[in-house]
């Protein structure tokens, strides 16, 4: 067994996988899922588990150097918001539409839904490298 971090092996796989650039996306549980990228479903109960909770798990092992989210989520969920800003203070960061955003995860290598039920919980999580 594991003795810190990450104890899904497919979280701890596909992380342990990653280039420099590929993108993994954390979401809501509302967000499609575009066919023929790997769904990693988290989702138990509305809430359960939350899309911060799964942040915070995946940064522990994942270096990204760029994140994405939605440029709605700024007025729809601003204590959310504040929260990404803070955590990714030092990474760069980009706001795209929604419709884009949408777009974009059919480049995801995977995609880990969650049981968050607010709008907008949603970021792309580019891999940086550690050198």
Do not use: W
Not at 102 to 120: F, H, N, Q
């Amino acid at each position: 067994m594991k003795k810190i971090g990450l104890l899904n092996s497919d979280i701890s796989t596909v992380i342990s996988q990653l280039g420099h650039t590929q993108h993994i996306v954390i979401c809501d549980a509302g967000l499609p899922i575009p066919a023929g990228v790997k769904r990693i479903d988290l989702a138990v109960v509305p809430g359960l588990p939350s899309f911060a909770d799964i942040l915070e798990a995946v940064l522990l092992e994942m270096q990204v150097e760029r994140v994405i989210y939605a440029e709605e989520l700024k007025q729809a969920q601003p204590q959310l918001f504040a929260h990404i800003q803070s955590t990714f203070a030092d990474t760069r960061q980009e706001a795209v539409s929604h419709e884009q955003f949408k777009l974009l995860t059919k480049d995801a290598v995977a995609i880990i839904r969650t049981g968050e039920c607010s709008p907008y919980a949603n970021i792309i999580l580019q891999s940086g490298v550690t050198f």
